[in-house]
């Protein structure tokens, strides 16, 4: 593929950044900074056209902060200034480069893809190797602490693989500098995140010779008959990994077809693991409560989550649908 040019111009052209400028007002959760945004939109995308055009644009400050469920997570919240250009980058500088380069399997971020693509997969081609083999294997591969652990170097070697336009590097390199980290929260980092392990991909289809095979972002599975080559897979992936600066947890392992595997929050017959888990801790609670062990506000909140949940889990399902 050859490297793509005369990108950088498209992020300042009015029509994009008005585009991207609505986007994100939609998007934004908080209506406080959406309102004051819009009260000054076109003095913003005045601002954003001159910074960009004349290439004097620079990352602001952004506000870390901490998530913890359902593990430690890092996040950054970029001003809506900053939001702007950042999507501005990923539209129609990342997405333009990059994603013609994506294999199918490589499921996440990606217009008409994203979690119910890469379990459409995940079913369809566990029914094809039970249909074929009857027993089979799945290699479930996860990458410790991966967004915390890209090398900025090697991803910027590999952006100058796929991106002539030194313009347009130029302004990739500010947004991965303004950080230690490939940042949660920023636009750009969802598509670095799928285009860093690209190579792996390729490698797995074509030199492992790998049928089917599903990816969201840093959780990937191998589909094989043969556990033995399954083993040998793993430890040429782990070998390649090495080269990318990134290692395998230790969550990592081979299953047969009749275990219980997670993927993507479901289990090998396709129901919610988390609705699952929050079910069984809920009727432990009902117990408690029932033999006096709890008081009824315990019982009471753990039903509450548990219905937030569930209505959460339907939400989210039909948004899939549409």
Same mark, same amino acid.
Request: hydrophobic fraction near 30%; charged fraction near 35%.
């Given at each position: 593929?050859?490297?793509?040019?005369?990108?950088?111009?498209?992020?300042?052209?009015?029509?994009?950044?008005?585009?991207?400028?609505?986007?994100?007002?939609?998007?934004?959760?908080?209506?406080?900074?959406?309102?004051?945004?819009?009260?000054?939109?076109?003095?913003?995308?005045?601002?954003?056209?001159?910074?960009?055009?004349?290439?004097?644009?620079?990352?602001?400050?952004?506000?870390?902060?901490?998530?913890?469920?359902?593990?430690?997570?890092?996040?950054?919240?970029?001003?809506?200034?900053?939001?702007?250009?950042?999507?501005?980058?990923?539209?129609?500088?990342?997405?333009?480069?990059?994603?013609?380069?994506?294999?199918?399997?490589?499921?996440?971020?990606?217009?008409?893809?994203?979690?119910?693509?890469?379990?459409?997969?995940?079913?369809?081609?566990?029914?094809?190797?039970?249909?074929?083999?009857?027993?089979?294997?799945?290699?479930?591969?996860?990458?410790?602490?991966?967004?915390?652990?890209?090398?900025?170097?090697?991803?910027?070697?590999?952006?100058?693989?796929?991106?002539?336009?030194?313009?347009?590097?130029?302004?990739?390199?500010?947004?991965?500098?303004? $950080?230690?980290?490939?940042?949660?929260?920023?636009?750009?980092?969802?598509?670095?995140?799928?285009?860093?392990?690209?190579?792996?991909?390729?490698?797995?289809?074509?030199?492992?010779?790998?049928?089917?095979?599903?990816?969201?972002?840093? $959780?990937?599975?191998?589909?094989?008959?043969?556990?033995?080559?399954?083993?040998?897979?793993? $430890?040429?992936?782990?070998?390649?990994?090495?080269?990318?600066?990134?290692?395998?947890?230790?969550?990592?392992?081979?299953?047969?077809?009749?275990?219980?595997?997670?993927?993507?929050?479901?289990?090998?017959?396709?129901?919610?693991?988390?609705?699952?888990?929050?079910?069984?801790?809920?009727?432990?609670?009902?117990?408690?409560?029932?033999?006096?062990?709890?008081?009824?506000?315990?019982?009471?909140?753990?039903?509450?989550?548990?219905?937030?949940?569930?209505?959460?889990?339907?939400?989210?399902?039909?948004?899939?649908?549409?």
């Amino acid at each position: 593929m050859k490297r793509v040019n005369n990108l950088y111009q498209n992020i300042y052209k009015f029509e994009n950044i008005e585009r991207c400028f609505d986007e994100i007002c939609r998007n934004t959760k908080n209506k406080n900074r959406v309102q004051q945004f819009k009260n000054f939109k076109a003095i913003y995308i005045s601002r954003v056209y001159h910074d960009l055009k004349n290439k004097t644009y620079e990352v602001g400050k952004f506000h870390v902060f901490y998530i913890y469920d359902p593990k430690k997570r890092r996040i950054v919240s970029q001003s809506m200034y900053d939001k702007l250009v950042n999507h501005l980058v990923s539209r129609y500088i990342l997405y333009d480069a990059l994603i013609p380069c994506l294999i199918d399997a490589n499921c996440a971020s990606r217009t008409n893809k994203g979690t119910s693509y890469a379990l459409k997969l995940y079913y369809q081609y566990r029914n094809m190797m039970e249909r074929k083999y009857g027993t089979y294997y799945l290699l479930k591969c996860d990458i410790h602490s991966y967004f915390a652990s890209i090398d900025i170097r090697v991803l910027k070697n590999k952006l100058k693989r796929k991106i002539k336009d030194k313009d347009a590097l130029m302004i990739i390199d500010k947004i991965l500098d303004s $950080d230690t980290t490939l940042s949660i929260g920023f636009m750009s980092s969802q598509i670095l995140g799928i285009f860093y392990l690209n190579d792996l991909d390729h490698y797995i289809k074509e030199e492992l010779k790998i049928k089917y095979y599903v990816r969201y972002q840093d $959780d990937f599975i191998l589909f094989h008959q043969d556990k033995q080559y399954l083993k040998y897979c793993l $430890d040429k992936i782990k070998e390649f990994l090495r080269k990318e600066r990134l290692e395998l947890n230790n969550k990592t392992r081979i299953y047969k077809n009749t275990n219980n595997i997670i993927f993507l929050g479901r289990d090998k017959d396709n129901r919610n693991s988390k609705y699952r888990d929050k079910r069984r801790k809920l009727k432990y609670k009902k117990y408690l409560y029932e033999i006096g062990k709890i008081k009824l506000n315990s019982y009471l909140a753990s039903y509450i989550n548990y219905k937030n949940l569930n209505k959460g889990m339907i939400r989210n399902e039909e948004k899939e649908k549409l």
